[in-house]
């Protein structure tokens, strides 16, 4: 399964870029992770940053982070609070789970023999 994650918060950084110098275009993005299939949806706790340079179209990473842009990373990974983890069942999920209970205790009922006893 592939991962989708879901942008949370997104901040301008006012720090030179590493790679083409330029003050203006870093951008800090908090991503959650979530999955979503027929059956449910859920946000997990995985969250991830990012920094990307929109003037150079280039993805920063940890590696080439100055002193500077990681005091910077820092303050706001300690500032964002991630959504609370959830999980929501679909409307598919809910059917399956009531025609399965419903088979369960008509079998049930017919293994202790409710329905010989009726007189229909």
């Not at 918060?9 to 979530?34: I, M």
């Not at 991830?48 to 990974?77: G, M």
Request: charged share 25%; aromatic share 12%; glycine share 2%.
């Amino acid at each position: 399964m592939e991962a989708k994650y879901i942008t949370l918060h997104s901040v301008a950084l006012n720090n030179n870029c590493p790679e083409c110098y330029s003050k203006e275009g870093l951008q800090l993005t908090f991503k959650q992770r979530f999955i979503e299939n027929r059956f449910y949806k859920s946000i997990t706790h995985d969250t991830i940053s990012q920094l990307k340079c929109s003037n150079c179209d280039t993805d920063i990473f940890p590696v080439r982070w100055t002193d500077d842009i990681e005091k910077v990373v820092e303050y706001h990974n300690k500032a964002f609070t991630p959504k609370p983890a959830s999980f929501k069942l679909k409307r598919l999920a809910w059917i399956i789970m009531i025609l399965l209970d419903t088979i369960i205790v008509l079998s049930l009922l017919y293994a202790f023999g409710v329905f010989e006893n009726l007189d229909l």
